[in-house]
């Protein structure tokens, strides 16, 4: 589960993970925007391009 999507989390240290998040979804990772992600490391490799 994505840190900004796990509510046990606080919210000032999802920081980066929201960034994440927001950076994917207008940069074609729709993944990224997910909660969770079902990836093996073939999918995995295709979301390290984000800055």
Known sequence: ??????KRILPEL?????????WGE?????ALAEPQIDADEQVAATLKGWP
């Not at 589960?1 to 796990?6: E, F, I, Q, V």
């Not at 999802?14 to 927001?22: G, M, Y």
């Not at 207008?26 to 729709?30: I, R, S, T």
């Open 1 to 6: 589960m994505c840190a900004w999507a796990n």
């Open 14 to 22: 999802t920081h980066d993970a929201r960034s994440v998040r927001d």
């Open 26 to 30: 207008p940069h074609g990772h729709q």
